[in-house]
């Protein structure tokens, strides 16, 4: 009796440590994926030129959540697959900065 105990205490511990371990890696997902999304649009000063921005935003974020054109710049970062995009949204006029913004989609 006390073996069995034992071993559905151990059991326990393990799907304990399982769940754990699967909300601890989606809270740094969403972590990681909203720092990304900050830190590329603090980057962006208005009146400052687009095209700088634009060929860093080649090189970020997910492939297919990113718009490149010539008046706005949109990457996108994903938190918590596939349900949680963070993205961040530069637009621009005449080649020039106007707003930077950060949403979320969940």
């Known amino acids: 009796m006390v073996t069995v105990l034992k071993g559905l205490r151990l059991r326990i511990v393990a799907v304990l ?3 754990l ?8 997902q ?4 909203e ?3 900050n830190a590329f649009c603090s980057s962006a000063k208005t009146g400052a030129l687009i095209e700088p921005l634009a060929h860093d935003a080649a090189e970020i974020g997910e492939r ?3 718009d490149i054109s010539s008046n706005r710049v949109r990457v996108g970062f994903v ?3 596939p349900f949680s ?6 637009d621009a006029q005449d080649g020039r ?3 930077a913004v950060v949403s979320h989609i969940d």
Do not use: K, P
Request: proline share 0%.
């Open 35 to 37: 720092q990304a999304a």
């Open 97 to 99: 900065i106007t707003a």
């Open 79 to 81: 938190g918590i697959s």
């Open 85 to 90: 995009r963070f993205t961040c949204t530069i």
């Open 30 to 33: 969403q972590t990681r994926a």
């Open 21 to 28: 371990t699967v909300v601890s890696s989606c809270i740094y």
């Open 17 to 19: 440590l399982v769940i």
């Open 64 to 66: 297919m959540l990113r």
